[in-house]
T-cell receptor, first 116, second 107 residues
Framework: GAVVSQHPSRVICKSGTSVKIECRSLDFQATTMFWYRQFPKQSLMLMATSNEGSKATYEQGVEKDKFLINHASLTLSTLTVTSAHPEDSSFYIC????????????FGQGTRLTVV | RKEVEQDPGPFNVPEGATVAFNCTYSNSASQSFFWYRQDCRKEPKLLMSVYSSGNEDGRFTAQLNRASQYISLLIRDSKLSDSATYLCVVNRPPARFGAGTRLTVKP
C-alpha cells in the first residue's frame, strides 16, 4: 500500500515554543491530507483538512492561528503547533488519500508531542 | 450525536472465541467504510474495507447495511495477537473515526 511518512515520531518541547510536524506521501501525490489528534483513551479527532495550494479547512473548535497548516506541494503537508502549552500534549497523526475512488486513507506513524 | 458510534467495549474473550463489533453512522452521504486496527501508542492500520455485499478476509468478516447505517466486524477463532483497539471509520470524506472498541484476547 501507499506510504506516508511523518516526522518526528516523538518531540518534547517547552511551553511557549513552536513545534513543526511534517507529513510526506512517499509514493503517491496527495492533493488532500488530514490532520488528527488523539488524546489518551480517546478516538482520533479530525483537526483540519489540508488542500495543496490552498488554505486548510479547520474543524469547529480548532484554532487555526495556533495550529498552522501548510500544504505547499503534492507530497508534503506540515502542522506547526505555535506557542505550545501542556494541554497540547497529544498524539498527532496525518493521513493522505491516494486518489482512489474508495478514498482509503494511509496514515503516518504519528507524532507524540509532550509540552513541559 | 456523534457521527460515528461504536460499541464501547472493552471485550475480553478467550482464545478461539468469536467476537462481533458494531458501529453506526449518522451521515447517509458517507461514501466508503473501513475497519482499522490500532495497537497501543501506534498509528491506525487498515484491517479491511467494508462493502454492502459483505466481505471476508480469513477469520474476519465485515458487513455494511446502508439502509440501517450500520457496520459490523466479526472475528472468528480469535488469537492473542488480535488484541488491539478496533476503529470503525466512515469516509465522507474526510474520514471520521469511532471511539474504538478495545479487544483483549486471553489464553
Amino acid at each position: 500500500g501507499a506510504v506516508v511518512s511523518q516526522h518526528p515520531s516523538r518531540v518534547i518541547c517547552k511551553s511557549g515554543t513552536s513545534v513543526k510536524i511534517e507529513c510526506r506521501s512517499l509514493d503517491f501525490q496527495a492533493t488532500t491530507m488530514f490532520w488528527y489528534r488523539q488524546f489518551p483513551k480517546q478516538s482520533l479527532m479530525l483537526m483540519a483538512t489540508s488542500n495543496e495550494g490552498s488554505k486548510a479547512t479547520y474543524e469547529q473548535g480548532v484554532e487555526k492561528d495556533k495550529f498552522l497548516i501548510n500544504h505547499a506541494s503534492l507530497t508534503l503537508s506540515t502542522l506547526t503547533v505555535t506557542s505550545a502549552h501542556p494541554e497540547d500534549s497529544s498524539f498527532y497523526i496525518c493521513s493522505a488519500r491516494d486518489g482512489s475512488p474508495r478514498g482509503e486513507a494511509f496514515f503516518g506513524q504519528g507524532t507524540r508531542l509532550t509540552v513541559v | 450525536r456523534k457521527e460515528v458510534e461504536q460499541d464501547p467495549g472493552p471485550f475480553n474473550v478467550p482464545e478461539g472465541a468469536t467476537v462481533a463489533f458494531n458501529c453506526t453512522y449518522s451521515n447517509s452521504a458517507s461514501q466508503s467504510f473501513f475497519w482499522y486496527r490500532q495497537d497501543c501508542r501506534k498509528e491506525p492500520k487498515l484491517l479491511m474495507s467494508v462493502y454492502s455485499s459483505g466481505n471476508e478476509d480469513g477469520r474476519f468478516t465485515a458487513q455494511l447495511n446502508r439502509a440501517s447505517q450500520y457496520i459490523s466486524l466479526l472475528i472468528r477463532d480469535s488469537k492473542l495477537s488480535d488484541s488491539a483497539t478496533y476503529l470503525c471509520v466512515v469516509n465522507r470524506p474526510p474520514a471520521r473515526f469511532g471511539a474504538g472498541t478495545r479487544l483483549t484476547v486471553k489464553p
